[in-house]
């Protein structure tokens, strides 16, 4: 006996179950089967079929071509470009020069732990003749 929401016993509802029953015309000529919609199995189907395409890309991207993104991630890492500044005068209005850029050129000596040591101002050309020298031979 099936009971309604109230909690009380209907004979009705056991009595007048409808049942669904899909009519599909067979070779053997049983002419009526019980079962599912086939909407319902297709569309099962499909889901299944989603699932496992679904798997099956993952698998694909985590295993067999996962060392290819891996490199692919590693190089898309925040790199740091030096840009050099522009430099230029600053003018009053009239176009007269408030400041000029000076170029000056200076060594340092660097002690143990990197710790400079002593500063000196050198003109241009020695400081091109020690850039363009050996390391160990410019001192």
């Known amino acids: 006996m099936l009971k309604n929401r109230f909690g009380r016993a209907s004979i009705l509802r056991e009595t007048f179950a409808p049942t669904v029953i899909y009519g599909s015309s067979s070779p053997r000529g049983s002419g009526v ?3 599912k919609s086939p909407r319902w199995v297709l569309f099962l189907a499909l889901l299944i079929i989603a699932f496992i395409l679904g798997i099956g890309r993952l698998v694909d991207l985590q295993i067999f071509r996962g060392s290819y993104f891996r490199s692919l991630a590693e190089g898309n890492r925040i790199r740091r ?3 050099k500044a ?3 005068e600053i003018l009053d209005r009239s176009g007269a020069a408030l400041a000029r850029n000076i170029p000056v050129y200076k060594l340092a000596t660097f002690g ?4 400079v040591i002593e500063t000196q101002e050198i003109p241009r050309e020695e400081a091109l003749r020690i850039e363009s020298s050996d390391p160990g031979e410019a001192l």
């Open 33 to 35: 089967t019980l079962g």
């Open 81 to 83: 470009i030096p840009i």
């Open 86 to 88: 522009p430099r230029g």
């Open 112 to 115: 143990e732990g990197g710790v």
